[in-house]
Nanobody, 123 residues
Framework: QVQLVESGGGLVQPGGSLRLSCELSGSIFNLIAMAWYRQAPGKEREYVAKIFTQGGGIGYADSVRGRFTISRDNAKNTVYLQMNSLKPEDTAVYYC????????????????WGQGTQVTVSS
């Protein structure tokens, strides 16, 4: 059974930093990428950053590029999101996502989500 467990959220002042962690347990036949999304109150969930397992390609939303850094520790099956220069508009529940295939079939594509961790940026 695949599980994603996030940690590292909390309350921080504007301009501060936080590092989120997401540990993947269980196995995915072909893990394609891990990503972070966030959802602010009254808004839809939005993409934040993604890291591909093959080739190590990385992408960021425009709103966080230059401030956030996604990284992965393969030995620990953990993905991180280092968040610097935080702004009040970064306040949201942050969710970890893992995308992959359960077998060789294209139809076996599966997305997994963590339970979320709250990040609040406020003075």
């Amino acid at each position: 059974q695949v599980q994603l467990v996030e940690s590292g959220g909390g309350l921080v002042q504007p301009g501060g930093s936080l590092r989120l962690s997401c540990e993947l347990s269980g196995s995915i036949f072909n893990l394609i990428a891990m990503a972070w999304y966030r959802q602010a109150p009254g808004k839809e969930r939005e993409y934040v950053a993604k890291i591909f397992t093959q080739g190590g390609g990385i992408g960021y939303a425009d709103s966080v590029r230059g401030r956030f850094t996604i990284s992965r520790d393969n030995a620990k099956n953990t993905v991180y999101l280092q968040m610097n220069s935080l702004k009040p508009e970064d306040t949201a529940v942050y969710y970890c996502n893992a995308a992959g295939y359960l077998d060789n079939r294209a139809s076996s594509r599966q997305d997994y989500w963590g339970q979320g961790t709250q990040v609040t940026v406020s003075s």
